[in-house]
């Protein structure tokens, strides 16, 4: 196995656990980092599905994944508010266009119908019932539970450096349809370890977390 690869594997684990378990404790630290990871794989999977994935398009698969992901980032960093928002809408993408990879629609306009679907949910859920806690949990599960997976992927050789390079999680699971249903379980347990460790946190608007008295 190529030294990169053992590399990658490692960090992804690291990384994995440490969001899937700590994610809501340490988001004022990770949000720009999160945000730029997400709107990276939402602006490249977006490009892709549109474009499909070729030698010419994956420069403009890069670009737009960079574009998006540090426009994001440096949204979360001045407004929070808006950060919950965005990362909604980010969240409810990647759900609704992970399902419809699941079903059998790897890429086209389905694909991204689903997410936007999906992501205005995920808005108006979060807007009016104010879950914001909530939701930076289930999306650091999620996230963090997808890089322990890649990973673990990496290790065992089912998938490349590359496949991870490109953003192809909804291909990935379109490769490995058992996977989407570990995946979906892991991050209900690492959401409920997270659950129990955040009862005397809760993330304000204004200040991310704070102590709450028990």
């Known amino acids: 196995m190529a030294l990169e690869t053992l590399f990658v594997a490692a960090l992804l684990l690291i990384f994995g656990i440490a969001l899937s378990l700590q994610g809501y404790k340490w988001f004022k630290i990770l949000l720009p980092i999160l945000a730029f990871a997400v709107g990276f794989t939402a602006g490249s999977n977006a490009v892709s599905n549109v474009y499909g994935v070729s030698i010419f398009s994956s420069l403009v698969i890069a670009v737009a994944g960079l574009i998006l992901g540090l426009l994001l980032a440096v949204i979360v960093y001045l407004s929070f508010n808006l950060a919950i928002i965005l990362l909604g809408a980010l969240f ?69 450096v590359n496949d991870l390079k490109l953003g192809s999680w909804e291909s990935i699971l379109s490769q490995f349809h058992i996977l989407a249903i570990v995946w979906l379980i892991l991050a209900a347990g690492a959401a409920l370890i997270q659950l129990r460790r955040a009862k005397h946190y809760e993330l304000d608007l204004s200040s991310c977390a704070r102590q709450v008295p028990s």
């Not at 859920?125 to 322990?148: D, F, H, M, Q, W």
């Open 92 to 160: 409810g993408y990647t759900i609704g266009s992970a399902i419809a990879s699941f079903l059998g629609f790897e890429t086209g306009l389905i694909q991204i119908v689903a997410g936007l679907i999906l992501a205005i949910i995920a808005v108006i859920i979060v807007v009016r019932l104010n879950l914001p806690k909530y939701l930076v949990i289930a999306l650091t599960s999620l996230i963090g539970t997808e890089a322990i997976l890649g990973g673990l992927l990496l290790l065992t050789g089912s998938i490349s």
